[in-house]
């Protein structure tokens, strides 16, 4: 170890460094149960506020995504300059028929002064709870102020999380929900029952939008699909587009996006696979760390109507990690990984293995 080296880490203690936590779905779920659902999104949607507001801090770059003819497979990494972090996910439309969970993740956070890992964790149910969590973030900045009805399309496993998150964060009291298979929607509202939501059911995107000043599109195709058409949306409301997050894939009709101010998570990121890949290149977004640190403006009339083009950035993620570590402590639902090979002689990785079996 340089002696610069030395001074930059002075605490480091290799045999404790070894052992790296790791959250498994099981704990995960413990974890939230513990801490409560609706609490854990609105603490989560803290943290993500936070990283929003030190964006200039990030390493980023748009998810490094390889593509097939059955979905998406996705690196998405960033780094504060001391801790990196990074999200395995996927996204296959065709899963759920199949029985598999459209989208499935796991991650990772690692000291910077040393790369080494100091979480593994499940992230597909992190990641619904970021991407409420980030969801309902927004909207607190730009959707009308006292909205209390959201309409939900598509009902599939990230519904409730948005539903829960919306309520918590800005306040809503109403969802309405719809999706073209009413399976889906009576599981959302079955899920939702105790919740202290008024849930209704709806027979269509357009009885669902009826009377909102909120409304989410968050369905799973591979294709350029029309979930909203333009005289769908009235004046003045918010939308929260989260489907749309592949290239190929979105949700909304051109002539919505024609009549919004467009605000997103990364622009290089969100060009390639959000709504906006419908529009020309220069067409002006907002990103929305600016609207947070009060550098742009988010909502300035009634009438105006303001679209989230979410596609999930890497800080999100890193933000989801961070609060997950800052849990374990609190509630122990973790156990220790063997991950690291970590010789007492950092040189003698071999002689290591030779002895194993003595
Ligand atoms: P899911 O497959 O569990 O659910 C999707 C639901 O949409 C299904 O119930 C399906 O029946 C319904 N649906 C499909 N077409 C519809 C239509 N035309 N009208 C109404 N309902 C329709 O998927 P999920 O995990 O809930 O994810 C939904 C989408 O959100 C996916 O495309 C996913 O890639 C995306 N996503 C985005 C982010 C982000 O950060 N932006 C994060 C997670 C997931």
Known sequence: MTAAFAERI????????????????????????????ANVLSEMASYVEADFLRWEAFDKTPRVASHSR???????????????????????????ARGFQTVTAFGVLA??????????????????????????????????????TMAMI????????????????????TVRLY???????????????????????????????????IITTCTADKQYATILTDNMVGSGVHINAIGGDCPGKTELHKDILLRSDIFVEYPPQTRIEGEIQQLS??????????????????RTSDSQITLFDSVGFATEDFS???????????????????????????????????????
Not at 10 to 37: C, Q, R, T, W, Y
Not at 205 to 212: H, I, K, P, T
Not at 281 to 298: N, P, R
């Open 70 to 96: 059955e979905g998406v497979i996705e690196l998405m990494p960033t780094s504060d300059g001391e801790t990196y972090g990074f999200k395995y996910v996927n996204g296959h439309p065709a899963n759920m």
């Open 111 to 148: 000291r910077v002064d040393n790369g080494y890992p100091v979480l593994l964790s499940e992230m597909t149910i992190l990641t619904a709870l970021r991407t409420a969590a980030t969801s309902a973030l927004v909207a607190k900045y730009l959707a009308p102020k006292g909205s209390k």
């Open 281 to 298: 290149e220069d067409h002006e977004v907002t990103e929305i760390w600016k609207v947070m640190t009060g550098k742009a403006e988010g």
């Open 10 to 37: 002075p605490s480091l203690e290799p045999s404790k460094l070894a052992m790296v936590p790791f959250v498994s779905v099981d704990h995960m779920m413990k974890l939230i149960n513990a801490i409560g659902p």
């Open 179 to 213: 999706d073209i298979d009413p399976r889906a929607t009576a599981k959302a509202v079955e899920n939702l029952s105790e919740t202290g939501l008024k849930v209704i059911a709806c027979q269509s995107s357009q009885e669902a939008v009826d009377g909102a000043q």
């Open 320 to 358: 989801a990690l961070r609060y997950i570590r800052d849990q374990l402590d609190r509630t122990g639902y973790f156990i220790e990984l063997d991950m690291l090979a970590d010789p007492d002689d950092p040189r003698d990785l071999f002689g290591m293995m030779k002895r194993a079996d003595q």
């Open 154 to 173: 598509g009902n599939g496993a990230q519904c409730e999380f948005q539903a829960l998150a919306f309520k918590q964060v800005v306040g809503i009291d």
